[in-house]
């Protein structure tokens, strides 16, 4: 069996070390009863194992991923020891999502560094260090790729949950978008809830120190509403001018409605200058709304993701200078 090979020579891979041979491509995870979605995002692809798919060639865009593996090496190796050694050697964070070999895996993943995968409590600043991730192919083969999209072992986080506070569990996605984004509202900064009801967003928000102007057609949480720094607009968002509402630090929608009706509202925020920072959910039905998916990730700073909280939806997350 070949050990493994280690490249020092930094000029040659980016500023990684690495091990194995690199694939030359990239590695999509799909999302479980997603996954379909990224099939059709790809197209043709060059390999796929479990829900990895790999293609050859430059990043592609795409949005229904659970992570993208930047740097995919293959490594065959001889015992666990070498397999666990081989990762180590290049840094210290390395998450396996298995979909095979599961034991073997498992003993693999005791012989590395320990990685939590306990709930988050929120607010939780992510840590810069990079989070590998692998996978086995068969007994003495591993996929893996030190630079990952995700910061999230594996690509997935979870929140611990609070079973009495908010009124929805509608909160959770909030608080991972707000995790993503690396940065959140600070107490006294004025943020917009748009589909606010039942208040979910707004509770995360308002326990933040931020003050929240609700809008919703339906009636707010009680609870919520009297939560210091609350409002609440009794209103369909979408017939708010920008300018009506004035200037906010943050804008964040969870409204249901068709992708496009969202951006229309979101282009007059853009163009009045009244906000800097935006996180929004794009609501899915049917067969995603490719066109306007895409001319949300072509607004410059965003990214489009699809957060572990997230259903049949997409997250928007823009945060301004
Ligand atoms: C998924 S729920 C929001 C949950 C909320 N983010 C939470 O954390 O509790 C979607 C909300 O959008 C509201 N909605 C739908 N169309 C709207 C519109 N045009 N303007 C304002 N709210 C709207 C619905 O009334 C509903 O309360």
Known sequence: MESFIRTDDLSMTGGSPIIGAPLGGIVYQGIGEYA??????????????????????????????????????????????????????????????????????????????????????????????????????????????????????????????????????????????????????????????????????????AGLGARVTAIDRASLDERVLAMDGVEYLKHDAFTLAPEELGPTDWLFSDVICYPERLYAWIERWLSSGLCRNFICTLKMQGEPDWETIRRFAAIQGSTVVHLCANKHELTWIRIGK
């Open 36 to 205: 379909g979605h990224l099939d059709t995002e790809l197209g043709v692809v060059d390999d796929s194992w479990g829900e990895f798919r790999f293609v050859r060639g430059k990043e592609r865009q795409v949005f229904w991923t659970r992570n993208v593996w930047l740097e995919p090496f293959r490594l065959e190796f001889g015992s666990i020891s070498e397999a666990a050694a081989a990762l180590r050697s290049v840094q210290r964070n390395w998450a396996p999502s298995l979909f095979t070999q599961f034991r073997r895996g498992e003993l693999i993943k005791a012989k590395l560094p320990p990685i939590t995968d306990k709930p988050r409590s929120f607010p939780w600043l992510v840590p810069d260090a990079p989070m590998g991730a692998w996978t086995l192919l068969d007994e003495h083969t591993l996929i893996g790729s030190a630079r990952c999209a995700s910061p999230f072992p594996g690509g997935i986080v979870e929140f611990t949950e609070d079973k009495e506070g908010p009124p929805s569990r509608a909160y959770l996605k909030v608080q991972e978008a707000l995790v993503r984004a690396r940065t959140f509202p600070k107490p006294g900064e004025r943020c917009i809830d748009a589909g606010a009801t039942p208040g979910g967003w707004t509770w995360v928000l």
